[in-house]
């Protein structure tokens, strides 16, 4: 392993799995899967890579991977648990328990409204990119963005006021 490869892996490495944890919806099993077998990906084209953005290039690589594993797996169901597992918190971030109620909060959603949710807005991609990666149109990449955003905000206004609002 080079030097670089290296350093490329500690910058990126915390970045990728929690972006990892938010697509398989808090499965910390998957999520470590998912971010191994994109740093392959990387590693086994590394020396014909030329990064600019590495946290950029890095999540486009986890969720490339993501759609990749998830059609050749055909996940057709979801595994529901009564409580969220157990997550690693980055101790570095202020922010660690609004990480945590959001993550909750995401693997409440259906997996399709999830996916597109974070590609969109966490990873930043655009609905054609998003398109290109689920593998469906960009009318359901924007209506699974706008059913998964109103999911959202269902659950997490649901402890304020107590109500039983559900993703749907």
């Not at 597992?85 to 990480?99: H, I, Y």
Request: proline share 3%; hydrophobic share 40%; glycine share 4%.
């Amino acid at each position: 392993m080079t030097a670089d490869f290296e350093w490329f892996v500690k910058e990126v490495q915390q970045d990728m799995h929690n972006l990892a944890l938010a697509l398989t919806g808090g499965h910390v099993h998957e999520a470590k899967d998912l971010v191994q077998s994109s740093l392959e990906r990387i590693w086994a084209r590394w020396d014909r890579l030329r990064i600019e953005e590495p946290r950029a290039y890095a999540r486009t690589v986890v969720a490339r991977e993501f759609a990749t594993v998830r059609r050749r797996v055909r996940w057709n169901f979801e595994r529901l648990q009564a409580a969220t597992p157990d997550l690693p918190v980055d101790d570095s971030t202020a922010s660690s328990d609004q990480a945590l109620v959001l993550l909750s909060a995401l693997s409440r959603l259906p997996r399709r409204q999830r996916e597109v949710v974070v590609l969109r807005y966490l990873v930043d991609m655009s609905v054609a990119e998003v398109a290109s990666i689920l593998s469906c149109s960009e009318g359901s990449v924007k209506r699974s963005a706008y059913d998964g955003l109103r999911g959202l905000r269902a659950v997490l206004r649901q402890p304020a006021e107590g109500g039983d609002a559900s993703c749907r």
